[in-house]
Every structure is written in structure tokens, then in C-alpha cells.
């Protein structure tokens, strides 16, 4: 892992590249994505959509599925990209731990004045959550959309019922993802939180910020510098 | 003019020439125990014989209940065979052409393929049909077919029970291919119908088979082998499709009969075949990333 303190900058090294890729891949094709599946239900032109300046392609079916398709691409890319990267580097502070929903709870309480938030490690309990949120959707989003291509393909037939289930939940994961990413997205409307915003442009985060909120990972990322032989110069 | 045969009509042809052979030779109706499987049937529809006399319309009408209407004017709810007429000019004076017009059971049927709720289905005997308890009337159906075909009915059907949540209009209704009786081994109402033995019906292989036959006896044209990558009815006529469609196009008719009409599945073929090899184009990016870490150096990445 590529995480440090930078204590020159006074920064935090959070996020790599390739984490950035992967973030900035998956918002852009999942937007795309949300955009052009909406295109695939008759609503465009029903709710006069395609009325709106600029829009009028919206309700070419053809137009909207090969943005579907293209999208659905770098989405299935960035995502198996992704699950790989877990699997070779064990990183796995992104994924939820027991007590999550309980934290979660009370770092929102936090933020309203109520109580004092917990100590947080690299994520914040609800980042954990909303990781599993929206990953899941997704996941559940590229296995139904495989069926939906594969079935699609000529001379192939899928057993109807298949198709049939595979589709209600391509639906139901849509539903569910769009209320994940508004969630994720309303997360920046409060303050504490946009001091993450940098992590996924320069891959680096304020000092203070993380002394004071993101403790736990502070403590690992110190004891990680001094037990390396290399990097204890830095500081 | 012959057409050139496809990939798949040689496939079905190696594979079962002795079939379609006797099938073709009798040119008789020949009906399909369904419960056999996987075999689908198909329909010839011969414009060379039909003399636009409207019984297999009159017959469509009472099987499927509907209000009978004797002259209608075109697929509608209640009306899912529609018979036109055009004159054609030909060499040899002047030509009336009638074509009766329906849904075509595409092999790859964009309007089940492309439906949001997956209740539009190809059904292993190869009719296509929309389940009409579930449908929502969005009309995208026909709007990917390449003919216009599902009509839509409104106020009725499943959207009635969500109301008032704004999702749906009525219900798509079309040709079902008599399914129903297809399955009970018989054949549908407008092929029993006709006086004139102009609709034939069989196993596809085998109308396919008889629709080329028919063509190069005649020295005449097919229709729907090639159409939208493939369908399950096969007109047969002596005048160009082309100038069939011309002449309807002049007459403001609908469904239009465009050769080599196109089908939207087919634009996205490409794309398909690279997205079911993205995951694993994402496993061995990730794979080769990780190693050049390791030969690198963490330092490399940043
Ligand atoms: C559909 C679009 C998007 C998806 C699917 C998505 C997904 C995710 C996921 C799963 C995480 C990790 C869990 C979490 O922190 O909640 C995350 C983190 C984050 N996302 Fe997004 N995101 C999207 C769009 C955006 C946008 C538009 C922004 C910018 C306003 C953004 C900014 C961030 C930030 C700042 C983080 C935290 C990074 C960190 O903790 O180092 N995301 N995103
Ligand atoms: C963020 C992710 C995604 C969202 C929000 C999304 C949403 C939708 C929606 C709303 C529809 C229309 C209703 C339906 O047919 O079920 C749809 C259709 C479809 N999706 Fe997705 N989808 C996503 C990802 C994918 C992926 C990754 C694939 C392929 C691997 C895929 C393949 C398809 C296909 C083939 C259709 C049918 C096209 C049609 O009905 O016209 N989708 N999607
Ligand atoms: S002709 Fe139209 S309605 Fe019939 S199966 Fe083909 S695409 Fe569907
Ligand atoms: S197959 Fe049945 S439903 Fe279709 S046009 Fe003929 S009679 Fe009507
Ligand atoms: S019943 Fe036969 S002859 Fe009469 S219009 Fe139909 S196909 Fe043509």
C-alpha cells in the first residue's frame, strides 16, 4: 500500500492511482449507466424528456443501448479490476466490520452535535457501509446485465423464467443503486466529509484532518513508518 | 433471383436437408407436435396465391374474441392480420399484389430482447409473444420493430392496478401465432382459414426450405429469410420486394416491407462479445499492474 504521512506537505497519502482510475471509471460509467437504462424503460418520451433542449436523442432506443453497452463496458472492466486488486494486495479496509452499523449510527449523531464521534480507521464506518451498498448493486447489475447481453446475442434463447428474474432484479439493483449513489453524493453536503474530496482528485488528504477523525489509521500508518527501514527519514 | 443463403439456413439445411425435403415436396400444411421440444415452426406465405379475399383476418379475429370488423384498415388492438393491396407495374402489365401482414416471429426478436420487464418471450416453438397480464403499454416493442408491428390498446391491463403511480398506458397486443394451438399440435386459425392454401405452416426448416423452392420455381423473391437477421415467415412473391415497398410507401400504407430491414440487436453485437470478455480483461490488467509493482517497485506507481 502506497499510504503515508507526508509530513513536509503536511498531507496524508490516501489514495493511488489506480484506486482514483477506478473510482472516477466507475462514477462516470455508472452515471452513464443509470442514464441510458432509464433510456431502455419508455420514460424519455412519456415524461417529455425528450421535449428538453438538447435531449432529443434520449428516446432513440438503438442510441441508448449502445451507450448501455459502452458503459456497461468500462464498468465491467473497472469493477473485476477492482475485485482483483483486493484479492492481490488483501487490502481490505473497505469492507464492513462488525459493529459498522452502530458507529455508522453514532458518527451521524456526531455531526448533528449528539455525542462524540468514535475514532474512525482509514474509513468511516458508513463509508465501509455504503461501500457494500453500492458494490453489491453493482455486482448484482453486471451478473443480470451479462444475462441480458448473452440472451440478446443471435441464435441464442435463455430459459424465459432465467431472463425474466434476471431482469426484475436488473431493475430492483437500479432502484436501490440510484438511492446509494444520492445517499453517497448527500454524504458531501456535510462538511466533515468534504475534507475527503481531495483523496480522489491528488490522492491526498489534510494532516489535521486525519489525526483528528480518521485516529485509528493515523496510529497505523505512524507504527507502519517506523517499523519500515526506508521510510523513517521522511518524518 | 435467388437470395444467398445465410450461415444459419446452411447450418439447418446440412443438418436436416432429408426433412425439409419431404415437407417441401408435399407443400402441404404440415403440423408440429410441440411436445417434441425444441423444434420450431414457421409459415410460408405465398402472395402469388392470395387474392386478398380477408378470411384468415376474419379467422384471427374470432379466434382471439375480438369485435369483427370486415374491412380493416390496418394491425390494430383488435386486428392482427391486416391484408394489403398495391398494383405493381410489370413488364407483363400491370400486377395487384396482396400481402398479408402480421407479426414475423423474428429469430432474434428485438421487441422480446429489448423489453424492460422481459414478459415479451420467444418461445421455444418459435412464436414470439407478450404476456399481456403484465404488460405496461410502453410501446418500445414497436418502436426496435423493424415493421411497427405490437399495437397498443389503452386503459386496460396491469398499469390499472399500480395506478396512480405513473408507469404504463395500456397493453401491447399482436400476433401470438396461435400458440395455444400450436402447441395442441394444430395449425393457426389463419392458415386452416384460407381457400386459397396461400398460408402454409410447418416446421421453420421446412418452410424456409419450401419458401426458396417456391422462389426458384417461379423465378421469384423471399422475404423474411434475411429480414432483421432472420424470421419464422417467408413471403414468396414474383415482383421484387423492392417494388413492393415502393408501392406501399406511395400509398401511405403500414407496415412498410423494407428489404434487409435491420435489427437493433445486431447493432450491438460488437459490444457484446467485448463486454462478456471484460472481466476477464479486468482481472489480467489488474494482474499485470500488481506485477509491475513488484519488478518496479511500490515507488513507480506513484
Ligand atoms: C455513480 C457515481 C459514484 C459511485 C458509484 C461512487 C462510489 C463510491 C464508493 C463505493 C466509495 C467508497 C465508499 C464511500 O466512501 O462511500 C466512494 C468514495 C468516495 N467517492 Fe464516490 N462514487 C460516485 C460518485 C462520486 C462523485 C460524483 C463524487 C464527488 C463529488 C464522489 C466522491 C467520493 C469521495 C470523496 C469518496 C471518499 C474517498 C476516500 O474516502 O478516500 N463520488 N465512491
Ligand atoms: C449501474 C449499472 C446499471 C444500471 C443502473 C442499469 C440499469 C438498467 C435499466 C434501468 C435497464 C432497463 C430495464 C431493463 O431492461 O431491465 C437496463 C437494461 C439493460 N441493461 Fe443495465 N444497468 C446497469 C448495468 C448494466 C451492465 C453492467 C450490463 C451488462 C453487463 C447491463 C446490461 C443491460 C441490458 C442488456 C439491458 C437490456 C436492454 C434493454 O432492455 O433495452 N446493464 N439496465
Ligand atoms: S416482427 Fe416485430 S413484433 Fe414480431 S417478433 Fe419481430 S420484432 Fe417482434
Ligand atoms: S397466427 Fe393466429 S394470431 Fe397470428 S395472424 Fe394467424 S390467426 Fe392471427
Ligand atoms: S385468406 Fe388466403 S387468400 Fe384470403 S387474404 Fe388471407 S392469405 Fe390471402
Not at chain 1, 473497472?78 to 458507529?103: C, M, N, Q, S, W
Request: hydrophobic share 45%; glycine share 8%; charged share 20%.
Amino acid at each position: 500500500m502506497s499510504d503515508r504521512i507526508l509530513w513536509k506537505e503536511g498531507k496524508v497519502k490516501r489514495q493511488s492511482l489506480s484506486s482514483i482510475l477506478v473510482h472516477w471509471s466507475v462514477a462516470l460509467s455508472t452515471f452513464v449507466l443509470i442514464f441510458s437504462g432509464f433510456g431502455q424503460l419508455p420514460m424519455y418520451k412519456r415524461f417529455g424528456i425528450v421535449n428538453l433542449p438538447g435531449l432529443a436523442w434520449a428516446g432513440d432506443y438503438p442510441l441508448t443501448l449502445k451507450m448501455h453497452y459502452l458503459a456497461a463496458i468500462v464498468l465491467t472492466l473497472a469493477v473485476f479490476y477492482h475485485l482483483t486488486e483486493i484479492v492481490l494486495t488483501k487490502d481490505f479496509d473497505l469492507f464492513p466490520k462488525k459493529g459498522d452499523l452502530r458507529e455508522a449510527v453514532k458518527i451521524l449523531l456526531a455531526m448533528v452535535g449528539i455525542g462524540k464521534e468514535p475514532p474512525s480507521d482509514k474509513y468511516l464506518a458508513e463509508q465501509r457501509l455504503s461501500y457494500a451498498f453500492i458494490g453489491s448493486n453493482l455486482f448484482i447489475l453486471i451478473l443480470t446485465g451479462m444475462l441480458k447481453v448473452y440472451k440478446n446475442l443471435p441464435g441464442i434463447t435463455v430459459n424465459n423464467a432465467l431472463v425474466l428474474w434476471a431482469t426484475q432484479l436488473h431493475n430492483l439493483a437500479t432502484v436501490l443503486l440510484v438511492l446509494g449513489v444520492l445517499g453517497h453524493l448527500a454524504a458531501f453536503i456535510a462538511k466533515p466529509n468534504r475534507k475527503l474530496l481531495p483523496a480522489l482528485f491528488t490522492g491526498k488528504v489534510d494532516l489535521a484532518y486525519v489525526q483528528k477523525r480518521h485516529s485509528l489509521w493515523f496510529k497505523r500508518l505512524e507504527r507502519q513508518a517506523s517499523s519500515s527501514q526506508d521510510s523513517r527519514h521522511i518524518g | 433471383m435467388a437470395q444467398p443463403i445465410s450461415r444459419r439456413e446452411f447450418l439447418k439445411r446440412s443438418a436436416s436437408a432429408v426433412a425439409a425435403g419431404t415437407a417441401a415436396a408435399s407443400g402441404l400444411a404440415t403440423t408440429v407436435q410441440a411436445a417434441s421440444g425444441a423444434k420450431r415452426v414457421g409459415m410460408v406465405i405465398d402472395l402469388t396465391l392470395c387474392d386478398g379475399c380477408n378470411e384468415c383476418s376474419l379467422a384471427c379475429q374470432r379466434k382471439n374474441g375480438h369485435p369483427i370488423n370486415p374491412n380493416p384498415q390496418g394491425l390494430t388492438p383488435e386486428n392482427y392480420l391486416y391484408v394489403q393491396s398495391v398494383s405493381i407495374d410489370t413488364p407483363s402489365g400491370t400486377q395487384e399484389v396482396h400481402i398479408p401482414r402480421k407479426c414475423m416471429h423474428c429469430d432474434d426478436p428485438a421487441c422480446a430482447g429489448l423489453c424492460p420487464f422481459s414478459i415479451n418471450t420467444k418461445t421455444p416453438e418459435g412464436p414470439v409473444v407478450i404476456n399481456e397480464d403484465y404488460c405496461l403499454g410502453g410501446q418500445k416493442c414497436k418502436a426496435v420493430c423493424p415493421w411497427g408491428i405490437p399495437q397498443l390498446k389503452k386503459g386496460v391491463g396491469f398499469y390499472k392496478k399500480l395506478e396512480p403511480l405513473p408507469f404504463g398506458a395500456g397493453v401491447m397486443y399482436k400476433c401470438d401465432g396461435c400458440i395455444d394451438l400450436v402447441r395442441a399440435g394444430e395449425a393457426p386459425a389463419c392458415v386452416t382459414a384460407c381457400p386459397q392454401g396461400a398460408i402454409k405452416f410447418g416446421s421453420q426448416e421446412a418452410m424456409r426450405a419450401y419458401a426458396h423452392e417456391r422462389a426458384a420455381a417461379i423465378s421469384g423473391y423471399v422475404y423474411g429469410d434475411q429480414e432483421a437477421g432472420g424470421t419464422s415467415t417467408y413471403y414468396v412473391s414474383a415482383v421484387p420486394f423492392a417494388a413492393i415497398d415502393a408501392a406501399l410507401a406511395v400509398q401511405g400504407e403500414q407496415p412498410r416491407m423494407p428489404v434487409n430491414a435491420e435489427n437493433v440487436l445486431h447493432g450491438v453485437n460488437g459490444m457484446a462479445q467485448a463486454l462478456l470478455i471484460a472481466p476477464v480483461a479486468g482481472i489480467f490488467a489488474a494482474g499485470f499492474a500488481a506485477h509491475k509493482k513488484l519488478t518496479k517497485g511500490d515507488e513507480a506507481n506513484e
